[in-house]
């Protein structure tokens, strides 16, 4: 159980361009899920938290019409850097609650994706 | 400012040694704590959960808590090659909508 998933698993793409990275959670519903970037030898970084039905909750510093987040549903979010640029590129993961689990504050992480900014 | 506190090694331990893991937080009205273990190029993995006091044994995994001194600990007995890794201690602190406060990580690094 508790299986995040998400797509792409790389994407390579040119400057200025928009990329859409999806997380779903496969095996249970998701009322919360979490967006994180993790740069080389760097611990991960909380970017938002994606809530089903309202809007997303960014951290500070974090560029809210750069990084959309949609929650449509209580098992899909997405993540669109809009007008990528060389340093977008990162290593992007979101992460899932499984609220039905009585251990809700575990989170399990989908398997990232890989972006690269040329 | 809410804070995990790791050493980021790297831990280097020999085949079949116990390898300690510690996390220091700062907000003592934290309620759960994690550890998870993340290999080079891959995403995080959850190996322990923790929510009182005392240890909590899982396997060849331990975690350890001390609210009173705000301290996380994981052991791993038995280690083995495949259990090196970076290891993120993660706190979930009170108030919050469940986000996890990350720790920077521990490499550990088992010799054959």
């Known amino acids: 159980g508790a299986v995040v998933s998400q797509h792409p698993s790389w994407v390579i793409c040119k400057s200025g361009t928009s990329v859409k990275i999806e997380c779903r959670s496969l095996?249970?519903?998701?009322?919360?899920m979490f967006w994180y970037r993790q740069f080389p030898k760097q611990s991960l970084m909380l970017m938002a938290t994606?809530?089903?039905?309202?809007?997303?909750?960014?951290e500070q510093g974090v560029e809210k019409d750069k990084f959309l987040i949609n929650h449509a549903s209580l098992t899909l979010s997405t993540l669109t850097v809009t007008s990528a640029h060389p340093e977008d590129s990162s290593f992007y993961i979101c992460?899932?609650?499984?609220?039905?689990?009585?251990?809700?504050?575990?989170?399990?992480f989908g398997p990232g994706t890989r972006l690269t900014v040329l | 400012q809410k804070e995990v506190e790791q050493n980021s090694g790297p831990l280097s331990v020999p085949e079949g040694a116990i390898a300690s893991l510690n996390c220091t937080y700062s907000?003592?009205?934290?309620?759960?704590f994690f550890w998870y273990r993340q290999y080079s190029g891959k995403s995080p993995e959850l190996i322990m959960s923790?929510?009182?006091?005392g240890d909590k044994e899982d396997g060849r995994f331990t975690a350890q808590l001390n609210k009173a001194s705000q301290y996380v600990s994981l052991l791993i007995r038995d280690s083995q090659p495949s259990d090196s890794a970076t290891y993120l201690c993660?706190?979930?602190?009170?108030?919050?909508?469940?986000?996890?406060?990350f720790g920077q990580g521990t490499t550990l690094q088992v010799k054959p």
């Open positions: 992460s899932a609650r499984d609220l039905a689990s009585g251990t809700d504050y575990e989170q399990f």
């Open positions: 095996d249970f519903q998701a009322t919360t």
């Open positions: 994606s809530n089903e039905g309202s809007k997303a909750t960014y």
């Open positions: 907000d003592r009205g934290s309620q759960s």
């Open positions: 923790i929510y009182s006091n």
């Open positions: 993660a706190v979930n602190y009170s108030g919050n909508t469940g986000k996890l406060i």
